[in-house]
């Protein structure tokens, strides 16, 4: 069975920028639901701003920002929320503070626009994403949005499976999420196409039978959630969910590495694709072990 996860610490990076604090109404409604404390983090690397003077206007902007965004939810939510200014190398500070302080779980926008815009997304994302040993959940900006706390919560979380159990690491994260918003959930597994038609369909319906096993084996026991599965022959692995959970209600999650091989499902480029073609939140767990 898997061990539900317990949300007792979220961090939630923010670059000084209204993009970034869009990530903010999922991370306050987890912490909230989950009555779990939430940290509002910005790092400065001291490497990227040879001049003191400089690094120095930046910090105060920085924890400027900071100490709005906190005061905001504070007098919208019941939330225990605090900040905290890091400095040196981006990802090494979070990944460090992560440890350090028992973080849970990180929520943060795909890219930002702030001061500290040029330290912070695309590349630090990705190598983030390669490090961490907790999930991290992606909420993809919209240019032009004002900063809110209200969240509009997925109604759905899409798990693609490639059947390893690496890849069975990002259920117990995603499906207690899905028990916090009351949001209905789909097991998903894709089959790579065969010339030999009677050899796809035995390959789809072992797929199934893989999916029916996980679920009696990790969910059966969650019937406060609504569960469904689903497995397909596709050529595009990335595509086929995409369409299937591509919406912005949808959240997508997956880990970030599976089996090798032709089946291999959740590796490289997939999840690359995924990531960065979803128009929902993806939550994306490291296969690596802390």
């Not at 923010?14 to 909230?32: E, F, H, T």
């Amino acid at each position: 069975m898997v061990t539900q996860v317990k949300f007792r610490r979220v961090l939630a990076p923010l670059d000084g920028s209204a993009m970034a604090d869009q990530a903010l109404p999922l991370a306050v409604s987890i912490a909230s639901l989950a009555g779990a404390r939430l940290e509002l983090a910005s790092v400065v690397d001291p490497r990227e701003w040879a001049a003191t003077a400089h690094r120095l206007r930046l910090e105060r902007r920085l924890r400027a920002h900071l100490q709005r965004a906190v005061v905001r939810i504070r007098a919208s939510h019941p939330v225990r929320v605090s900040s905290v200014l890091l400095r040196g190398a981006v990802v090494d500070r979070l990944v460090t503070h992560t440890r350090a302080h028992g973080v849970d779980l990180i929520v943060m926008a795909t890219h930002g626009s702030g001061p500290a815009s040029r330290a912070w997304f695309g590349s630090v994302t990705d190598e983030l994403l390669r490090r961490a040993t907790v999930p991290v959940l992606l909420v993809r900006p919209r240019a032009g949005q004002r900063p809110r706390t209200q969240a509009a919560v997925p109604r759905r979380v899409v798990i693609p499976l490639d059947g390893s159990s690496a890849a069975e690491r990002i259920i117990a994260p995603a499906s207690s999420l899905a028990m916090l918003w009351g949001a209905d959930c789909r097991l998903l597994r894709a089959v790579p196409p065969d010339v030999n038609l009677q050899r796809a369909h035995a390959r789809r319906e072992h797929a199934v039978g893989y999916l029916e096993r996980v679920w009696t084996h990790h969910l059966s026991e969650r019937r406060s959630s609504r569960w469904n599965i689903r497995a397909a022959v596709v050529p595009d692995v990335a595509r086929w969910i995409l369409d299937y959970a591509g919406g912005r209600d949808d959240l997508i999650a997956l880990t970030t590495s599976g089996r090798a091989g032709v089946e291999r499902l959740l590796l490289g480029s997939v999840a690359d694709k995924i990531i960065r073609g979803s128009a929902g939140p993806v939550l994306v767990q490291s296969s690596r072990k802390a």
